[in-house]
């Protein structure tokens, strides 16, 4: 167990990162959250490593290496949702404040990544090709994200999302 997480579970002040450091506080929420993840693939009994790191402003945790990890992905990553859900869960309880942590395991959201922004120039310049709005099917806040981003880059198109949870979907307009 970390000594920032032994300090938090002591009740101590030496796990309180200085309020003006983001950085220090995304580390702590690493750390916290790679020792949550460690015990759950313990109680578990998966093999799989760790890594932790920094990146946009948020922390970012990696499970790689098990062969059971894509059981903790499930169907269309809803397993992995609920994870993250959990783990920052997890770290708001030690921290005392909300985490935009972002969980992956067997780089199923880096492929997940690649894979919709692609989807999302091809929708952006088949919207530009016809002229005609393009309804895309409903997608997790993550899977939004990467498309309308995608969508952004190309010129002559936007996004909105339409929708309400979890019937959410991007919808691409040609720009008038």
Known sequence: MSETLQATEQGTDAATPDAGNDESLLVREGDIAGDYL?????????????????????????????????????????????LQELTRLAVQQSTGSRSRLMLDVAQWRADRRAELSELGKSTAEEVLATEKPKRLRTMTPFERKVVHDAVAAVAGVHSESEGEEPHRRVVVFPTS
Request: glycine letters at 14%.
């Open 38 to 82: 460690e015990k759950l693939l313990d109680l578990l009994d998966y093999d799989g490593d760790i890594d932790l790191d920094v990146e946009a402003g948020r922390a970012i945790v990696s499970i790689d290496g098990g062969e059971d990890l894509e059981k903790l992905v499930g169907r269309r990553g809803e397993v992995l949702e609920s």
